[in-house]
């Protein structure tokens, strides 16, 4: 099993539409968890944390259910802009801290 | 945030020669570099981590020999790969992390190497 798992997609979606991304990880000792955005061939960029209580910003939401060890992100009113592959990571301390990057999901929204 | 160079961008090469990567933080000191590799659809893999002036850690199944890492100062670190082959052609990233950042990660803008 992967340490983080996300559903690689594509998602499909127009201009306009809701779309949301789960993933979970294996190791329940994981402490930070984020969201990456990466556009093709160039390096991750972080989208926001995520926390348990939830967060928002903008039209992006993140949560982070411990128990569940799931973690997700929804987008609203998408964009063209929006098109690129979301990464989940997770990060835990083992020495140093340890970061775990999920494969992406990829999002293509059409106008 | 923090700026970070890498270079070079892209590289192609012939296969059995080296290739050396540059990863530069400008403005905070790197007292630790992550270099990672990235196949097309797949997760960043972690390849090695490198303290300023130590010898790098290096990944189960990713050979030292073959990727020379260079963290001589706190400003640069390099990946070389050496003798590389066509199994090679990947996306390399550098992520220095400053004592300051904790956990938030910063990356360089990746180089793309095909060997033919």
């Known amino acids: 099993r992967k340490e983080v798992e996300q559903d690689p997609g594509p998602f499909n979606v127009p201009e306009g539409a809701t779309v949301a991304f789960n993933c979970t990880y294996s190791?329940?000792?994981?402490?930070?968890f984020f969201w990456y955005r990466q556009d093709c061939r160039k390096e991750p960029k972080l989208l926001m944390s995520v926390y348990s209580s939830g967060n928002e910003d903008g039209r992006f939401t993140a949560q982070l259910n411990r128990a569940s060890q799931y973690i997700s992100l929804l987008i609203r009113d998408s964009k063209l802009s929006d098109s690129a592959t979301y990464l989940c990571?997770?990060?835990?301390?083992?020495?140093?801290?340890?970061?775990?990057f999920g494969a992406g999901t990829r999002l293509f929204v059409k106008a | 945030g923090a700026v970070v160079s890498q270079h070079p961008s892209w590289v192609i090469c012939k296969s059995g020669t080296s290739v050396k990567i540059e990863c530069r933080s400008l403005d905070f000191q790197a007292t630790t570099m992550f270099w990672y590799r990235q196949f097309p659809k797949q997760s960043l893999m972690l390849m090695a981590t490198s303290n300023e002036g130590s010898k790098a850690t290096y990944e189960q199944g990713v050979e030292k020999d073959k990727f020379l890492i260079n963290h001589a100062s706190l400003t640069l670190s390099t990946l070389t790969v050496t003798s590389a082959h066509p199994e090679d052609s990947s996306f390399y990233i550098c992520s220095p992390q400053g004592a300051e950042f904790n956990e938030k990660l910063f990356f360089g803008s990746g180089t793309q190497l095909s060997v033919l």
């Open positions: 990571v997770v990060s835990f301390h083992t020495g140093g801290f340890k970061t775990i």
């Open positions: 190791n329940s000792a994981s402490q930070s």
